[in-house]
Nanobody
Framework: QVQLVESGGGSVQAGGSLRLSCTGSGYPFSSFCMAWFRQAPGKEREGVAVVNSDGRTTYADHVKGRFTISKDNAKNTLYLQMNSLKPEDTAMYYC???????????????????WGQGTQVSVPS
């Protein structure tokens, strides 16, 4: 049974940093495509960043240069380092996984079939 558990959320001032973690179990972590999504109240869930099984990364335009996705296969853990946080980054952040990513749908929520429960990030204005 695939399980994804996020941690590391919290409240931080604008301009600050947070690092989110997602620990996976029940599947061959290193061979899966992993991603971070976020959902703000009243908005659709949107893709933030993806890391393929070969380590290639893809970012949404609104986080490029501020967020970094990485993974530690030995620890079965996915990370999202978030710097220069803005109030508009406030959302529930979700970890997602799929056996294989498709280049045309890397940041689309419908492409992923395993999800964590989410961790809240708040950046007060």
């Amino acid at each position: 049974q695939v399980q994804l558990v996020e941690s590391g959320g919290g409240s931080v001032q604008a301009g600050g940093s947070l690092r989110l973690s997602c620990t996976g179990s029940g599947y061959p972590f290193s061979s899966f495509c992993m991603a971070w999504f976020r959902q703000a109240p009243g908005k659709e869930r949107e893709g933030v960043a993806v890391v393929n099984s070969d380590g290639r990364t893809t970012y949404a335009d609104h986080v490029k240069g501020r967020f970094t996705i990485s993974k530690d296969n030995a620890k079965n853990t996915l990370y999202l380092q978030m710097n220069s946080l803005k109030p508009e980054d406030t959302a529930m952040y979700y970890c997602a996984a799929v056996v294989q990513c498709s280049r045309g749908s890397l940041l689309l929520k419908g492409a992923y079939n395993y999800w964590g429960q989410g961790t809240q990030v708040s950046v007060p204005s």
